[in-house]
Nanobody, 121 residues
């Protein structure tokens, strides 16, 4: 069983930046970030294939967020720039045993416990 631990969340002003990290206890293949805004369903944010060659983003974050990975460190990152109040959510890291960067939550086998990101206006 692979364990995922997120870090890097916090409080930031509108227009600011944060970098989330997700450390995996073992090898995973494709990785993704999801988020759950207050009172809403969990939604897809970004995903990256096993070798980092393919990335996939939600329309709401394209051009502002960048997902990347360091396989030597079993870590995936989410660089978030130009943050908006609507980005406020609990952010979850997810991993899957397959290699494709899917956006559907059902394709992921492992989940972290989440890290809070709050963007103040």
């Amino acid at each position: 069983q692979v364990q995922l631990v997120e870090s890097g969340g916090g409080l930031v002003q509108t227009g600011g930046s944060l970098r989330l990290s997700c450390a995996a206890s073992g090898r995973t293949f494709a990785m993704g970030w999801f988020r759950q805004p207050p009172g809403k369903e969990r939604e897809f944010v970004a995903a990256i294939s096993w070798n980092g060659g393919i990335t996939n983003y939600a329309d709401s974050v394209k051009g502002r967020f960048t997902i990347s990975r360091d396989n030597a460190e079993n870590t995936v990152y989410l660089q978030m720039n130009s943050l908006k109040p609507e980005d406020t959510a609990v952010y979850y890291c997810a991993g899957r045993r397959g290699g494709n960067a899917y956006s559907s939550q059902g394709n992921y086998d492992y989940w972290g416990k989440g890290t809070q990101v709050t963007v103040s206006s």
